[in-house]
Nanobody, 123 residues
């Protein structure tokens, strides 16, 4: 069974940086995509960034492009999301997700989810 455990959320100032970690276990993830989604109160869950494990192909939402980097550590089976130049609108619960196959945007097509980590951005 795939397990995803997020860490690294918390309080950050606008303009600051934060690194989220997703520790993945239960599978060999070479044929998986791992992504980060976020959900703010009253809004739908949206993709932030994703990486296709075997090739390292990445995807970024326009809202974070240029100020976020997703990466993976094969030895640790961990995916990171480094976010910088944080904005107030980045405040949300961030979820790690995994699916077999290529990156897709729609959250309903992802199979496995972590429990989420809160990111709060203050002015």
């Amino acid at each position: 069974q795939v397990q995803l455990v997020e860490s690294g959320g918390g309080l950050a100032q606008a303009g600051g940086s934060l690194r989220l970690s997703c520790a993945a276990s239960g599978r060999t993830f070479s044929s998986y995509s791992v992504g980060w989604f976020r959900q703010a109160p009253g809004k739908e869950r949206e993709i932030v960034a994703a990486i296709y494990w075997s090739t390292g192909t990445t995807y970024y939402a326009d809202s974070v492009k240029g100020r976020s980097t997703i990466s993976r550590d094969n030895a640790k089976n961990t995916v990171y999301l480094q976010m910088s130049s944080l904005k107030l609108e980045d405040k949300a619960v961030y979820y790690c997700a995994a699916r077999v196959g290529i990156i897709v945007v729609r959250s309903t097509r992802w199979d496995y989810w972590g429990q989420g980590t809160q990111v709060t951005v203050s002015s």
